[in-house]
Nanobody, 122 residues
Framework: QVQLVESGGGLVQAGDSLRLSCVVS????????VDWFRQTPGNEREFVGH????????DYAQSVKGRFTISRDNAKNTVYLQMNSLKPEDTAVYYC???????????????WGQGTQVTVSS
């Protein structure tokens, strides 16, 4: 029974930073790829960043590249999304999602978190 729980969202001002956390339970984080997505009302979820297992290579959407960074602490079973230089257009519900097997581009995640709201004012 794998579960993901996001936290760390909130209301911030443009230019501020925020760090989101995704705690994985029911399995060792070292086994999982964990990606980040975001969604605004009325829109589909969009890819934010790829958080590979140790030794892999991260990747990010062009809209956040250079501002967002995914990291992990396997000992704490936690994946982080560090968000710097936040913009109003970053406002969304942010989700982490885990893959239980070998990852490849386009693969649907096996597990989703409940999401955490990030609101950036201007």
């Amino acid at each position: 029974q794998v579960q993901l729980v996001e936290s760390g969202g909130g209301l911030v001002q443009a230019g501020d930073s925020l760090r989101l956390s995704c705690v994985v339970s029911g399995g060792s984080l070292s086994r999982f790829v964990v990606d980040w997505f975001r969604q605004t009302p009325g829109n589909e979820r969009e890819f934010v960043g790829h958080g590979p297992r140790t030794g892999g290579f991260p990747d990010y959407a062009q809209s956040v590249k250079g501002r967002f960074t995914i990291s992990r602490d396997n000992a704490k079973n936690t994946v982080y999304l560090q968000m710097n230089s936040l913009k109003p257009e970053d406002t969304a519900v942010y989700y982490c999602a885990a893959f239980g097997g070998n990852w490849y581009r386009g693969l649907a995640p096996d597990y989703w978190g409940q999401g955490t709201q990030v609101t950036v004012s201007s």
